[in-house]
T-cell receptor, first 111, second 117 residues
Framework: KQEVTQIPAALSVPEGENLVLNCSFT??????LQWFRQDPGKGLTSLLL?????REQTSGRLNASLDKSSGRSTLYIAASQPGDSATYLC??????????FGSGTQLTVLP | GAVVSQHPSRVICKSGTSVKIECRSL??????MFWYRQFPKKSLMLMAT?????????EQGVEKDKFLINHASLTLSTLTVTSAHPEDSSFYIC?????????????FGPGTRLTVL
């Protein structure tokens, strides 16, 4: 059974800092991996999707890397802004396309 | 882009009643949809996989008679919480994978907050 761990659980930084959020998973036989953002009381917004054959994906200030063999992914946020404050969730996908979620990293960017 | 809707967004009901939640893929067909629940300040837990034209597949520990899933069409799956009790209060979210040229991307609905009094 896939298990996903995200570190740190919470992070508070001043505006402008570059951040790294970490995700590790136990079963490396994944189909792909997605990073999501969740605002309080809301649904999920997909940020980045990395195919199992890829090493990284970039979208704007976000960069996600994947090391499937070691079961790790990182989300890098450049020049953080208060609007980036949210919970970030890592979710590898199994062969049946089901996602297993980590417990998330709650990010607070202070103005 | 792909959109998945859920209805209702919020429901409050009395203990013992049944509540139906709808999940629709608005601009693509989904033979499979997934149902998750999320407790406060916790992550999402997969409850079941909804399969169009066949029975849903439930995760270990999820009562299939309590959480009835019907995948009525290629764009609609429903989750019915039967005889709801306060411990069923939670945030329920559905998702549908959309097949792309290279890989599938999961799109999530906005969620339904259920409160059972």
């Amino acid at each position: 059974k896939q298990e996903v761990t995200q570190i740190p659980a919470a992070l508070s930084v001043p505006e402008g800092e570059n951040l790294v959020l970490n995700c590790s998973f136990t079963d490396s036989a994944i189909y792909n991996l997605q990073w999501f953002r969740q605002d309080p009381g809301k649904g999920l917004t997909s940020l980045l999707l990395i195919q199992s054959s890829q090493r990284e994906q970039t979208s704007g200030r976000l960069n996600a890397s994947l090391d499937k063999s070691s079961g790790r992914s990182t989300l890098y946020i450049a020049a953080s802004q208060p609007g980036d404050s949210a919970t970030y969730l890592c979710a590898p996908s199994g062969s049946a396309r089901q996602l297993t979620f980590g417990s998330g990293t709650q990010l607070t960017v202070l103005p | 882009g792909a959109v998945v809707s859920q209805h209702p967004s919020r429901v409050i009901c009395k203990s013992g009643t049944s509540v139906k939640i709808e999940c629709r893929s608005l601009d693509f067909q989904a033979t499979t949809m997934f149902w998750y629940r999320q407790f406060p300040k916790k992550s999402l837990m997969l409850m079941a996989t909804s399969n169009e034209g066949s029975k849903a597949t439930y995760e270990q520990g999820v009562e299939k008679d309590k959480f009835l899933i019907n995948h009525a069409s290629l764009t609609l799956s429903t989750l019915t919480v039967t005889s709801a009790h306060p411990e069923d209060s939670s945030f329920y979210i559905c998702s549908a994978p959309r097949t792309g040229p290279i890989t599938d991307t999961q799109y999530f609905g906005p969620g339904t907050r259920l409160t059972v009094l």
